[in-house]
T-cell receptor
Framework: DSGVTQTPKHLITATGQRVTLRCSPR?????VYWYQQSLDQGLQFLIQ???????AKGNILERFSAQQFPDLHSELNLSSLELGDSALYFC???????????????FGPGTRLTVL | AQSVTQPDIHITVSEGASLELRCNYS??????LFWYVQSPGQGLQLLLK??????LVQGIKGFEAEFKRSQSSFNLRKPSVHWSDAAEYFC??????????FGAGTTVTVRA
C-alpha cells in the first residue's frame, strides 16, 4: 500500500459525459501527479500540482482539467468524454518539501474509466 | 526532452532462472532513474531508484539495477525469479521538468 488513495476504482460512463476522479496523496506530500495509461499510448504524464499550484503540464487535453485543494487532495475532471478516453488514470504523490523534483513518486491503485 | 526505451516487450523466464530487463534512456543531463512494477489490476510499485552515487542500486524483492552512463542504460536484474515476479515492469526517467517519462513496459512471464 503506497498511501495514495484514488476513488472511484471503476467508472463507466457514456460519451459526452463529464466525470471527476479524486486522489488523496500520502500524508504530508505536497506534489500530486496525474498519469493516463492506455494500450496505445502507454503511461503518459498529464499534469502536476505542487502545494495547490499547477507546476507542469504534459499531454493533457483541453477537455481535461485538474486542481489541488488546500488539504492537498486533487481532482481530475474529464469532460466531453470520447471512447478514446477509456484508460487507467493514476495519481502519484511525492514529498517535494524542497520544491525539487528529486523525490520518489508513489502511485495510487488507479481509476479505470470506461467510456461507452 | 527525455525518453526511455525498453527494447523487450515480453520476456519468458523459468522459475529460479535469472532475469535481466533492459532500459535505455535519452537525456542530456544526469537523469533520475526508476524501475516500477505493475501486477495485473494493480497500481505501480517502486522497485528501486537511482539519483546519484553508487551506480549499482539495490531494491525491494531482490532486484538490483546498474546505471551505466556510457551506455545510457539502467538494466534491472534479479538472480533467481519467483513465480510472483510475473508482472509488467516499467523503467522511467525523471528530469528537471517535474515529470516522469515511462518506457513502454516489459511483460515478464514466469514458467514453472
Amino acid at each position: 500500500d503506497s498511501g495514495v488513495t484514488q476513488t472511484p476504482k471503476h467508472l463507466i460512463t457514456a460519451t459526452g459525459q463529464r466525470v471527476t476522479l479524486r486522489c488523496s496523496p500520502r500524508s504530508g506530500d505536497l506534489s500530486v501527479y496525474w498519469y493516463q495509461q492506455s494500450l496505445d499510448q502507454g503511461l503518459q504524464f498529464l499534469i502536476q500540482y505542487y502545494n495547490g499550484e499547477e507546476r507542469a503540464k504534459g499531454n493533457i487535453l483541453e477537455r481535461f482539467s485538474a486542481q489541488q485543494f488546500p488539504d492537498l487532495h486533487s481532482e481530475l475532471n474529464l469532460s466531453s468524454l470520447e471512447l478514446g478516453d477509456s484508460a487507467l488514470y493514476f495519481c502519484a504523490s511525492s514529498a517535494d518539501f524542497r520544491g525539487l523534483n528529486t523525490d520518489t513518486q508513489y502511485f495510487g491503485p488507479g481509476t479505470r474509466l470506461t467510456v461507452l | 526532452a527525455q525518453s526511455v526505451t525498453q527494447p523487450d516487450i515480453h520476456i519468458t523466464v523459468s522459475e529460479g532462472a535469472s532475469l535481466e530487463l533492459r532500459c535505455n534512456y535519452s537525456y542530456g543531463a544526469t537523469p533520475y532513474l526508476f524501475w516500477y512494477v505493475q501486477s495485473p489490476g494493480q497500481g505501480l510499485q517502486l522497485l528501486l531508484k537511482y539519483f546519484s552515487g553508487d551506480t549499482l542500486v539495490q531494491g525491494i524483492k531482490g532486484f538490483e539495477a546498474e546505471f551505466k552512463r556510457s551506455q545510457s542504460s539502467f538494466n534491472l536484474r534479479k538472480p533467481s525469479v519467483h513465480w510472483s515476479d510475473a508482472a509488467e515492469y516499467f523503467c522511467a526517467v525523471g528530469a528537471d521538468d517535474y515529470k516522469l517519462s515511462f518506457g513502454a513496459g516489459t511483460t515478464v512471464t514466469v514458467r514453472a
